[in-house]
């Protein structure tokens, strides 16, 4: 399910681009469409991106809990009747909340660190088909240096997963409050090419031999010859630092084998087509306490290893909570590294420009 908010009627105009937004943790579609029209109130984020643009706002696929959702401002009174009249399903879904995977913190907790690993593997898998079936959708209408994620937290660390795993480019991955749940398996596994940490592994070697020799085999058909398995060690200079290409190969084989199945590979793998050229924004409020800077920092530095040019802005005195400043910063550097097209561009330039943001 996915939330359009809504924009002002004009003469048909042709979009050209087209930006994703992903909530965070327990939230919806609905929930951030509602903060960001509240960060830039009175304006808009049609305002802020332009009329050529398209907004698509996603819900991650695990409903997680009902609860009240408060509108960003008072209804009109013209409208006050037609909200109450409403019929009861419509409000029990703007109150649904939803999750992209399991965690049991809010944000140091690893996917598949658990007791209940496989089913993290499976939601994770399940968030990056449901992003990957819309950035083709909007790829194959705008074309991929057109298509922009922006991730609130949680929604951040699914879209940092899935550009991990591309082969091609997208114009660009934002985050306001990002981080990187699963940083330890997949560094685990850029670096040492160690899927034990996943949970399939106990002593170095396979808890079923047999039906891991069957499974590397499957894996051979599903991924084609663009991967190989353990030979990948042969690739690397054991007394140089290894190279950000190769530690990409490895977290792309890796993420992408869990898209496809739904779950870890038994056995290390190693992608040759990669492209780790996706420009990387991120900023993050100082004082956040949900999500602290050392996260936000370690998403950075995680993504530089494996080659992406990432920007961190960190704004004093502002929380997890997504505001006006933080908003305008994630514009402000948008534009300080030429993301967008022209249109986007000048929209954008428009609003810092007039103070808006």
């Excluded at 909530?23 to 579609?29: L, V």
Aim: proline share 4%; hydrophobic share 35%; charged share 25%.
């Amino acid at each position: 399910m996915a939330y359009y908010p809504p924009t002002p009627r004009r003469r048909s105009i042709t979009q050209i681009s087209s930006f994703i937004f992903l909530h965070d943790k327990d939230s919806s579609s609905t929930q951030l469409a509602e903060q960001v029209a509240r960060a830039l109130n009175p304006k808009s984020i049609a305002d802020t991106l332009g009329p050529r643009t398209k907004m698509l706002f996603l819900d991650a696929p695990i409903q997680t809990s009902v609860h009240p959702v408060s509108l960003p401002t008072p209804l009109p009174p013209h409208q006050e009747q037609q909200q109450e009249t409403q019929g009861e399903e419509e409000e029990e879904q703007q109150q649904q909340q939803y999750t992209w995977f399991s965690t049991t913190t809010t944000t140091t907790h690893s996917v598949g660190a658990d007791d209940d690993a496989a089913t993290s593997w499976k939601e994770l898998s399940i968030s990056l088909t449901q992003l990957d079936e819309a950035v083709t959708q909007e790829s194959e209408r705008f074309g991929k240096e057109n298509v922009f994620l922006v991730g609130v937290g949680m929604g951040f660390a699914v879209a940092a997963a899935y550009v991990m795993q591309m082969e091609e480019r997208i114009g660009g991955l934002l985050g306001v409050s990002g981080w990187l749940a699963f940083h330890e398996e997949v560094k685990s596994v850029a670096v040492y090419g160690d899927v034990s940490s996943c949970g399939l592994l106990s002593g170095g070697e396979l808890e079923d031999g047999a039906k891991g020799n069957e499974e590397e085999g499957d894996e051979d058909d599903v991924l084609g010859s663009g991967y190989s398995t353990p030979t990948l060690c042969e690739e690397e200079s054991h007394d140089q630092a290894q190279s950000s290409s190769l530690l990409l190969k490895r977290a792309k084989a890796f993420l992408s084998y869990i898209l496809l199945r739904g779950k870890p590979p038994a056995l290390p793998r190693l992608c040759n087509l990669i492209d780790a050229s996706t420009p990387v924004l991120l900023v993050h409020g100082a004082e956040n306490q949900r999500v602290r800077f050392t996260h936000a920092k370690e998403a950075q530095e995680t993504l530089r290893h494996f080659g992406f040019e990432v920007t961190l802005r960190v704004l004093e005195g502002e929380t997890h909570e997504l505001s006006r400043r933080l908003m305008g910063e994630l514009m402000d550097g948008f534009m300080g590294r030429g993301l967008g097209n022209e249109d986007v561009r000048g929209s954008v330039g428009e609003m810092l420009l007039g103070g808006w943001l």
